[in-house]
DNA sequence: TCAAAAGTGTTGAGTCTACACCCATGT
DNA sequence: ACATGGGTGTAGACTCAACACTTTTGA
């Protein structure tokens, strides 16, 4: 069956109304490999992308995600549909735009809610890969001037987008395909979107708070506020700042030869 | 026909998924009447409500708003809506917030999509207001600790609302009603986060901006602004930092019985 | 003439950046 | 011992709130 087959056969007048999806962009902070036992290891941003095994867009990469059911709202659709196609639990996700054009999806009118999560902690990539269904990908997302690059890379895959920065009505970034390389339907806009809410955002400290876990390090902290806004930060100045943010407990982590870290936790209003 | 007859032969199997609907929090920058031909007059936020006629809280007044078309986006859908209903064109409108709960509306499940406009420029609100069924309402939304209190004024009519702020993760507040007059739905909630998503986003200026006219004094930027985050701010300050957000043009404004200010617009990127 | 907004200058308080420096630890 | 991250101090640059002051207008 071909995809023309595929979508003759589709019978769209089932459908009077749009359906409903949540898509997700589920990021995470990867460490990469270090042979120094106190170094601590470079921090990588990665995304998690499926490939699609029906039409349409078979074969293709995508974000996770699916129709929202009756029994849920889309911040649950967008966790479910994580764990139903990849086994990752995406813990809590922001929302970041609705993607509502007419033509996003061949099939028939579908209104999609994009969502992001940051994973903090280690996420074991093996036990997510199953099949070559399911990737990490590492994330570079650049500009200059008016266009936009997007290079996402997992072992010898590299899908580079090229696209160009639209409008900025009211703080929001939208992106529109130039050249290059595409995911399945219109989700390397929507993840280039998702990047672009999710680093204006974390301009916020308390935003970049709700992804940590309940105990961490401002080390932690810090990491994941670099590889957000990708830019390093003095360690010295970022701890000032973020300690408006958390509370002490008299908790530390030892074991990483070299001076205890205190363990913070966020602080509550 | 009672609510409850209503309901009853309302088709709700003609529904296997969620009905998709976009509500808009239209506000008006609205001068209170001065008899000093010189002095500014005072600005107050208004919001436009439509009594409804029919059941579901049938005379509850409710946020413009309703059902997705299959030929037009959701912004599309809240600025075709709010003519429709209320005869005002709410020109450019901000996204604030999806509402997916599952009893939103006692007839189907409705996923809503809020929007807010800032109209800054006069009104005629006499021409809106036909058959009592739109009416502008002066808002004031304030906070002491964990309850805010929203209070809607028109004439002789006051919907004053308590409710709680629940969540902010990720930035944005979320409430929850505790006591006194309804809206239709949860719009008193809709309106609630909205009001609060605005002034979040207006701190940064270039979303103030982007309800202004083309051409503005830095007065009426500096009105809209101060409307939005319900604070007065010093001219010669707020002046500079706008400064940074627009261009000069070499046309003036004359005639209000003082020096006359330059028009500016918005600066690009 | 004069009150009001338009617009500029200035001062002192506070914040932020960069860097120097000491502390505590595991190998 | 020592490299490394944990953590504090501080000088200079920069930003910002407050207020004083001059300019220009219409009635």
Redesign the interface.
């Known amino acids: 069956m071909t995809e023309k087959e595929f979508l003759q056969e589709y019978d769209i007048s089932q459908f009077?109304?749009?359906?409903?999806a949540a898509d997700i962009a589920v990021l995470a902070i990867r460490s990469e490999y270090t042979d120094n036992y106190r170094r601590e290891a470079n921090k990588k941003l990665s995304v998690l992308l499926v490939k699609r095994g029906d039409y349409p867009y078979k074969d293709k990469w995508a974000l996770p995600g699916g129709f929202?059911q009756?029994?849920?709202?889309?911040?649950e659709c967008a966790v479910r549909k994580t764990i139903e196609k990849t086994g990752v639990d995406p813990v809590?996700v922001?929302?970041t735009?609705?993607f509502?054009?007419?033509d996003r999806d061949p099939r028939t009118?579908v209104?999609s809610?994009a969502f992001v999560s940051v994973l903090t902690e280690d996420v074991d990539i093996k036990s997510t890969g199953e099949a070559g269904e399911t990737k990490w990908f590492d994330v570079e997302f650049t500009r200059e001037g008016e266009s936009c690059t997007l290079r996402l890379r997992s072992d010898n895959i590299t899908i580079e987008t090229i696209m160009k920065r639209s409008s900025?009505?009211?703080?929001?970034y939208r992106y529109t395909y130039i050249s290059g390389d595409k995911l399945a339907f219109d989700h390397s806009l929507i993840l280039a979107a998702s990047l672009s809410a999710l680093r204006k955002?974390a301009d916020?400290y308390?935003?970049t708070m709700?992804f940590l876990p309940d105990k961490f390090t401002l080390n932690q902290f810090q990491c994941v506020q670099e590889a957000i806004l990708n830019k390093p930060l003095l360690a010295a100045n970022f701890r000032r700042k973020a300690a408006a943010f958390v509370e002490e407990t008299d908790e530390y982590i030892t074991g990483a030869g070299h001076r205890p870290a205190k363990l913070y936790t966020r602080k509550e209003k």
């Open positions: 009077d109304r749009p359906s409903v929202l009756q029994n849920e709202t889309l911040e809590s922001m929302p735009g609705v509502s054009e007419l009118r209104i809610h900025h009505k009211f703080g929001n955002n916020n308390s935003v709700d």
